[in-house]
C-alpha cells in the first residue's frame, strides 16, 4: 500500500464536512524515507514532494482553504549536508521558474515567510518577483515556510520592536502579531505534520498556539486529496475550546 506506515486507514466520508479550517498549515516530512523505502536518492524525496505539493494546493482551493502554509525549509535545515541544501534551494528557484504563472492564473497569492536574506541573491529575487506578481489574489494565500523558524520569527520581531522605538507597557499580543511574518493573516486552525512524527520542529510556535494538531501515518508524497479531505474531516470532529467550556460540534462519526 503506497506510502502508509503501517496501519489501514478508515474510508474517507463522502463528500465536505461544514466546518473547514480557514488556515491549514502543513509540515511536509518523510521526503527522505519516502525515497529510501524505494531504493532512491533523499533527493528524489524532495521532488516527488514538489510534484504531490501541486496536487494538494489544487486540492485546498477546490475544498475552500483559504490560507495554506508550508513548511518546506527550516532554520535548522541548515544542518543537512550541503548536496541536500542545494538541491532543496535549487528545487524552490525551478518550482517559481516552472509553476508560477499557473499559481498566479489560478489565483493563488504567493507569500514567503522566513529569513529571506540567507538566501541567494537569485533566490530572494525571485521569491519578491512572485509576491510581487500574485499580491492581489484572493483565491488561495499559499505562505511559503523557507528558511523559517518559529523562534527566530521571535527574534526578529523583537529587534524590530526595539528598533522601532516600541514603548513597553504598549507591548500586547495584537502588537506582537503585528511584526511576525504572518501579520494579518489568521492563525492555523490546523496543523498537519506527515510522516508520523509527532512534534512542531520550530513550526509556527506562536501561531499554533491553539491549532489543532493531526499527524497522519503518511510520508508527504503520499499526502494526496483524499489524505487531505481525511485530514478535514478529522478537523471537523474536534471540539475547539480556547480554554472555555463550549461544546455541541457533531462529531462526524457519532
Ligand atoms: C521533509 O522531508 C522536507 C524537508 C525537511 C526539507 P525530510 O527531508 O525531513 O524527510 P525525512 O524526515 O528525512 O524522511
Ligand atoms: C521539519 O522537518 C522541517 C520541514 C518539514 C521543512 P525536519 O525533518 O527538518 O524536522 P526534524 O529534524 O525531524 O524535527
Ligand atoms: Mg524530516
Redesign the pocket.
Known amino acids: 500500500m503506497g506510502g502508509s506506515i503501517n496501519i489501514r486507514p478508515a474510508p474517507v466520508p463522502d463528500g465536505l464536512p461544514k466546518n473547514i479550517p480557514a488556515h491549514v498549515a502543513i509540515?511536509?516530512?518523510?521526503n527522505?524515507r519516502w525515497a529510501k523505502s524505494r531504493g532512491l536518492p533523499r533527493l528524489a524525496g524532495h521532488h516527488a514532494g514538489v510534484e504531490n505539493l501541486r496536487r494538494v494546493i489544487e486540492g485546498c482551493v477546490e475544498d475552500g482553504v483559504q490560507v495554506l502554509t508550508i513548511?518546506?525549509?527550516?532554520t535548522?535545515?541548515w544542518e543537512?549536508p550541503q548536496e541536500e541544501i542545494n538541491g532543496l534551494m535549487s528545487i524552490l528557484e525551478d518550482v517559481i521558474d516552472r509553476e508560477l504563472d499557473e499559481l498566479h492564473r489560478n489565483g493563488v497569492q504567493l507569500r514567503h515567510i522566513g529569513r529571506l536574506e540567507g538566501l541567494s541573491p537569485l533566490l530572494q529575487k525571485k521569491v519578491v518577483q512572485a509576491m510581487e506578481l500574485t499580491r492581489d489574489n484572493r483565491k488561495l494565500i499559499l505562505n511559503i515556510?523557507f528558511n523559517?523558524g518559529g523562534r527566530d520569527e521571535l527574534v526578529r520581531a523583537i529587534q524590530n520592536m526595539i528598533h522601532a522605538g516600541v514603548a513597553a507597557e504598549t507591548v500586547d499580543e495584537a502588537l506582537i502579531e503585528k511584526y511576525l511574518y504572518t501579520a494579518g493573516i489568521p492563525d492555523p486552525d490546523l496543523v498537519v505534520?506527515t510522516?508520523g512524527?509527532q512534534?512542531g520542529?520550530?513550526?509556527l510556535i506562536w501561531q499554533s498556539a491553539y491549532s489543532e494538531w493531526y499527524f497522519p501515518p503518511v510520508y508527504?508524497p503520499d499526502f494526496d486529496k483524499e489524505e487531505l479531505r481525511r485530514a478535514l474531516w478529522e478537523y471537523s470532529s474536534r471540539d475547539r475550546r480556547f480554554g472555555g467550556i463550549h461544546t455541541g460540534r457533531e462529531d462526524y462519526r457519532a
Open positions: 509540515i511536509m516530512d518523510g527522505g513548511y518546506a525549509f527550516s535548522e535545515n543537512r515556510a523559517y505534520r510522516s512524527e512534534r520542529s520550530n513550526f508527504w
